[in-house]
């Protein structure tokens, strides 16, 4: 299980109460639009050779722990690399609530006016559920799961049980599939968007020690898009790992592995 962190980071910004034209304007002034184009088409080339050579694989497994893997492209040794749901707990384990209106903090904060970017493994958001109405863009006619509108309801439901409202019950969520991942992150950057959700992970070792803590090409791309657009707050999963039995030598540390290992954005999640 995770425990988030900072989901709505960005919230604590009073100045950041909505986020307007010109706050989009000067973050993008901000932005580094020619690079993040370069590496959009260098991205676009790179899944083109990548689709090729994933076609023969299985588009969802199930991996030794039960989980359902979704087939995201194949690493630089040739192999598949498949997304995996990471599970999160309730708004109540961030003490967000003391954010809220009427919370002790005084900051009276709802994210009204914030558009998060919203990646998942399996698919995308409910659109209709009760906490989510009108508050969620489907940008792509990917597969609705419930694991994704889990996560969107933990950050946005706007509470009408009030026992499922979300951390920023006032904010937006343009919702997509995590295959195509970073080339859709930038174009979320160039646009002016500031804060984006991924509650999957990437390639999971699955036991493979070698690869835990390594910092992959895939990291790299991350850390490029990170870099390249300073004021875009990645919001990554750290991975389920803690309790599997893995890297039992080092007390169960040092198990985040590719994407997660990226250095320029901010874990959501811990795993315990």
């Known amino acids: 299980m995770k425990k988030i962190i900072v989901i709505i980071l960005i919230l ?132 609705r799961t419930s694991h994704a509108t889990h996560t969107a309801g933990t950050m946005i439901a706007s509470g009408v049980n009030s026992e499922a409202k979300g951390m920023a019950p ?13 080339i859709e992150m930038i174009d979320f950057a160039i646009n002016g968007g500031i804060i984006s959700n991924h509650s999957y992970s990437t390639g999971d070792p699955d036991g493979e020690i070698n690869l835990y803590g390594k910092y992959d090409n895939r990291a790299v791309q991350w850390d490029e898009i990170a870099y390249n657009a300073p004021y875009y707050l990645i919001c990554k999963s750290a991975g389920n790992n803690r309790n599997d039995g893995v890297n039992v030598s080092d007390y169960g540390y040092d198990i985040i592995y590719t994407v997660s290992g990226a250095k320029k954005y901010t874990y959501c999640w811990r795993s315990r």
Request: aromatic share 6%.
């Open 170 to 182: 006032l904010a937006t969520i343009v919702s997509r599939m995590s295959d195509n991942d970073e």
């Open 12 to 143: 604590l910004f009073n100045k950041i109460h909505a986020q307007n034209i010109k706050d989009r304007i000067k973050i993008v002034e901000q932005t580094n639009l020619s690079e993040l184009q370069q590496l959009s088409k260098k991205y676009i080339k790179r899944n083109k050779k990548l689709s090729k050579k994933s076609s023969g694989f299985k588009k969802t497994i199930i991996n030794s722990k039960g989980n359902i893997g979704y087939l995201s492209g194949v690493n630089s040794k040739g192999l598949p690399e498949y997304d995996f749901d990471d599970n999160l707990n309730a708004a109540l384990t961030s003490r967000v609530t003391k954010l809220w209106s009427g919370g002790e903090s005084g900051l009276n904060l709802s994210g009204k006016g914030v558009e998060i970017g919203h990646w998942e493994a399996g698919g995308r958001a409910k659109s209709n559920h009760q906490e989510l109405q009108g508050r969620i863009t489907n940008a792509e006619s990917s597969p």
